[in-house]
């Protein structure tokens, strides 16, 4: 599935709807360039999921968590040198709970992810890259089913 967006309201907007077809041990991969557009997806995926608080990146706090009925682990992945740092965290336990992960930067360590998972690659488009491209590509039968919903 591809969806265009030409501003950052528009990709909250996209965030949300993805959000609320999101169920408990949903996990997704985020990709994409610096600036693209990988926390404000994330901000409408939590809106999605009926969280508002400000959801900012955890680039320096590696894991953001936001408590709601569904909640939501947002992790950024960009500062780490080695994928043991997660195991830390308890990673495997919020992955494989019953939140939703969001997970930026998941290309660096790929090992980390799960079988089945979300993978949506952010890129830039149009006259000096002011639209995105979002690509969603399901794992698992369970994201496809996620998907169609989405199209819905």
């Known amino acids: 599935m591809i969806r265009e967006v030409m501003s950052p309201d528009e990709t909250i907007a996209f965030g949300l709807a993805l959000g609320r077809v999101l169920k408990a041990g949903d996990v997704i991969s985020l990709s994409g360039d610096l600036g693209a557009g990988k926390t404000y997806l994330t901000k409408g995926i939590a809106q999605g999921l009926s969280i508002w608080e400000v959801v900012t990146s955890p680039t320096y706090t590696i894991m ?19 994928a043991e740092e997660l195991q830390e965290l308890g990673f495997d336990e919020y992955i494989y709970g019953q939140g939703v992960s969001v997970i930026e930067w998941a290309e660096k360590f790929p090992e980390i992810l799960p079988n089945a998972y979300l993978a949506i690659n952010i890129s830039y488009i149009g006259d000096a890259g002011s639209g995105r491209k979002i690509e969603l590509k399901a794992l698992g039968e369970r994201y496809h089913q996620r998907l169609e919903e989405l199209k819905k």
């Open 64 to 82: 953001q968590i936001y408590d709601a009925d569904l909640p939501l682990y947002h992790f950024d992945l960009y500062r780490l040198e080695r």
